[in-house]
């Protein structure tokens, strides 16, 4: 469960995110939508611990992202926006080292070949990160994501520079993977939040502007069309 | 601990995915041996110790050490992996100090290497090993400080050749401290113990009291405190700019 209380980031006279507040539960998975700038990213690197909040507070699985990070991101899975990664890092060597810093032993080290198996990555595991497509670069963001089987899971724009198959796997596996987990996927791409989503936050200036079911959002203008919502809501 | 000992096997291992690595030993290694033998006249002098060896090495360091630091978080800036790093549960001092140990080893290893010489001295004559030993523990510490200030120029920046130009800047005012260059810009208006506190932090007052044999706790003391504050300085920076 990852729940956020009037979470705000300035920077200087800036407000990126202004005091946004929700709670996501297990079992949804919430679609982050909004224009580039909106402070989609902004907000998910609040939740992943990477940048401290100007003030408010957020917690993932009931631990505080600042007072109590480490166990926070324990409990997270998160896939950067870009997927950056080790270049220099073999596929395998990179997928371990992370599954060491993870603490993955014995049977929970299993998960790592399980996830392999999962993405497809069996044919660049003795590649280097810096030579493979964007693709298989996206997948082994992924894979370092999702490895410890995460109660959380936060994706910055986890289909972006995917081709189509590419995406529908993606996103077939986040709705297989979604069941008892908490995820957030940030995105621009509205046919996504229809695929997979159970509920959208659209976010624009930093602020929530709406907070709906995608069926719900569509609704909203009588075309039913998600995409003539999102521009007449952030526009 | 374990978290420290993850990270620095992977720096250490990312050394060598790059030609950087063997290059670097490389050039170290032709240089410590140029400098022994023809400015520091090691034949001329028919002495059987390592003394034109080490006399060099705060100046080989100046310029090498800062080449092993430069790429150590201003690499991960740049190319992003920071925020992979940072958000998977470990700390930034397990990263910093993970990674200032990859980089230190990996500067023994180079010392490590110049073992022929060590070799060479002992077959021509019985050089006093104790002394030897004292100057290569000397030589150690004075790597540990150059790396530390490196590392905080690489935080410092995204740019690798901006946190080397830096890095050399800032190892240079450390290792000259204790020359009246420095020393004469504070004797005119500042208090004697003040002149004298900056002199003691120059590198190479401790260094060559090393290098004689004699290993002071005092200069333990020193380089433990030298490296520790700039790695926390590292962290600090990191942990504002980390983002940026």
Redesign the interface.
Known sequence: MIKTEALTKQYGDLTAVDAVSFTVSPGEVLGFLGPNGAGKTTTM?ML????GATSGRASICGHDVDTDS??A??C?G?L?E?A??????TVR?FLN??A????LRGAARARVEAVIERLQLHGVLTQ?IETLSKGFRRRVGLA?AIMHDPPVLILDEPTDGLDPNQKHEVRTLINEMAGEKTVIISTHILEEVDAVCTRAIIIAHGRIVADDTPQGLAARLPSGRLDDVFRSITA | MRNVGIIMRRELVSYFATPLAYIFLLIFLVLANLFTFYLGGFFERGQADLNPFFTYHPWLFLFLIPAVSMRLWAEERRSGSIELLMTLPVTLWQAVVGKFLAAWAFTILALVLTFPLWITVNYLGSPDNGAILAAYIGSVLLAAGFLSIGSLASALTRNPVVAFIVGIAACFVFLVAGFPLVLDAFRGWAPQFLVDAVGSLGFLTHYEAISKGVIDVRDLIYFGLLITWFLLATAVVLDVRKSE
């Open positions: 690197r992943a611990g990477f940048i480490i166990a991101r324990a997270l998160y950067p870009g950056p990664a080790y270049g220099e890092m060597d080292f992370v060491d810093l993870r603490h280097t370092q």
